[in-house]
């Protein structure tokens, strides 16, 4: 009680620092980063594409996605969610739970939940998902489609089916080619 | 400043339009958070462009190239490349008066085209003369017969309308229908 000082909080932990992104190695793709600040705490593990990759192909996986360089090609991730970063250029066909654009992303896309077009994001494509947000600001470009939560709707096939892929393990997988990016 | 103003010519169109349940809907004012929650979640599709967007890049892409080869065809291509009779709806605003001399008839004809037999288009035209400023707005639907307004931008008035110009404009399509409102807009309901 007297002169009893108290216990200072125990200081923050830095956040590691990103690992340096080598342009030869495809570890960024499927490596679980920390979690921007600004994301939900619920979120800690999420696969990072930075900003120097390029992604050819097919990704699909079982955890969350933040993609701030550039993919071509097709995501899925069912029940996770897909951050295009304000970086990030995604030329696919997308399926997720939800859907957060940052960036750039064209396709179609369909989210099972939630579509969130921010100010400095730019979707041209078809979407369909159950609730869509757009900033101010943001541009888009397509049809919405709103699917009332248990309603069937066409969800886009993309040649990813679960029936031929292997159970998760690991839980982010790359069918294509991964190369640098010139920032 | 935006501002709250009610809509004669919404509440036609919205009477207008088939009551079914998944109509076509085309919003030429761009996306717009409002206008997705009154049409999108009542279970229609809603598609969106933005043709003020898409003129400035025309204009940008002739200054690059230093030619304008059919810039009528590009824009059509580039923002009004729909299949025909594919709409119920097509929600025009204010974009149609800013439309070069070129362009304005094909995109009138392209809107005609890609409208169903019996579909409405909702478009509005400043009553001011040619050379006034005027603020160009994003329409926000607030409710079926109440629209906000939210300035975007200002710009001189290209060229100014009257009825008859009007129904010249729209002759091909079955009725034209004229609201004058009291803050210098004509609304004009217009039906294939």
Redesign the interface.
């Known amino acids: 009680m007297w002169g009893k000082k108290d216990n200072p909080p125990p200081a923050p932990r830095p956040l590691p620092s990103a690992p340096p992104v080598n342009p030869l190695e495809v570890t960024p793709v499927a490596s679980p980063s920390i979690a921007r600040p600004s994301e939900p705490a619920a979120r800690l593990v999420q696969a990072h594409i930075g900003k120097s990759v390029i992604v050819k192909g097919e990704i699909s996986g079982s955890e969350d996605l933040y993609v701030d360089g550039e993919v071509r090609g097709s995501i899925e991730l069912r029940d996770h969610s897909l951050t295009v970063g304000p970086n990030g250029k995604v030329e696919a066909n997308v399926i997720a739970r939800e859907i957060v654009v940052q960036g750039t992303l064209n396709g179609n896309v369909h989210a099972g939940d939630k579509i969130e077009?921010r100010k400095t994001g730019s979707l041209l494509g078809d979407l369909t998902t159950a609730r869509?947000?757009?900033e101010d600001g943001?541009?888009?470009?397509?049809?919405?489609?709103?699917s009332?939560p248990g309603q069937k709707t066409e969800t886009p096939r993309p040649s990813l089916t679960s029936a031929t892929k292997p159970p998760v393990q690991p839980s982010l997988q790359v069918a294509g080619a991964v190369e640098p990016r010139k920032i | 400043m935006e501002m709250d103003r009610s809509s004669n010519g919404l509440r036609q169109f919205f009477e207008n339009l088939p009551h079914e349940s998944r109509m076509r809907i085309l919003d030429l004012g761009g996306a717009s958070q409002a206008n997705i929650n009154i049409i999108a979640l009542q279970g229609h599709k809603l598609y969106t462009e933005d043709l003020l967007v898409g003129l400035e890049r025309l204009h940008a892409t002739a200054r690059e190239q230093e030619q304008r080869a059919n810039p009528a065809a590009r824009f059509i291509r580039e923002n009004l490349h729909f299949p025909p009779a594919q709409f119920d709806g097509i929600l025009v605003w204010d974009t149609l008066e800013f439309l070069e001399e070129e362009l304005l008839p094909p995109v009138v004809s392209q809107l005609h085209a890609i409208l169903k037999p019996g579909g409405t288009l909702l478009t509005f035209f400043h009553t001011l003369a040619k050379g006034e400023t005027v603020h160009v707005c994003r329409y926000q639907i607030r409710d079926h017969q109440t629209l906000r307004l939210q300035p975007r931008l200002s710009r001189p008035l290209p060229r100014a309308f009257n009825n008859r110009s009007l129904e010249r404009l729209f002759a091909n399509f079955h009725s034209v229908k004229f609201f004058l409102a009291k803050d210098n807009l004509r609304e004009v309901i217009v039906t294939r």
Do not use: L, R, W
Request: charged share 20%; no cysteine.
């Open positions: 077009i869509i947000i757009i943001a541009y888009f470009k397509g049809s919405i489609d709103i009332k």
